[in-house]
Nanobody, 115 residues
Framework: QVQVVESGGGLVNTGGSLRLSCVASGFTFSAYTMRWYRQAPGKQRELLLAISNTGTSTTYADSVKGRFTISRDNDKKTVYLQMDSLKPEDTAMYYC????????WGPGTQVTVSS
């Protein structure tokens, strides 16, 4: 089954850290760029960061520059999102997807940052 499944979210205080994981299955993970997105209530899904199949990362969202880091482990078919210095405005559902994207998105993982 071709899918991605996110995990690692939770409730954290302002200034705290979380590491999200996204496990892929059903496709050749090592061949794809992977991306992290988030969607806050009432807002559109936002592209945050991407990592190429060879490990080159790109940050697309200015709001997370210097605070969020993307990495991957091709042997484990997993992409990670390290989130530091979290702010209340980082509260959202976080999703990963490959690029080109899967049609069906994973369940996401909720991150809530308390002020």
């Amino acid at each position: 089954q071709v899918q991605v499944v996110e995990s690692g979210g939770g409730l954290v205080n302002t200034g705290g850290s979380l590491r999200l994981s996204c496990v892929a299955s059903g496709f050749t993970f090592s061949a794809y760029t992977m991306r992290w997105y988030r969607q806050a209530p009432g807002k559109q899904r936002e592209l945050l960061l991407a990592i190429s199949n060879t490990g080159t990362s790109t940050t697309y969202a200015d709001s997370v520059k210097g605070r969020f880091t993307i990495s991957r482990d091709n042997d484990k078919k997993t992409v990670y999102l390290q989130m530091d210095s979290l702010k209340p405005e980082d509260t959202a559902m976080y999703y990963c997807n490959r690029y080109p994207p899967l049609f069906y998105w994973g369940p996401g993982t909720q991150v809530t940052v308390s002020s």
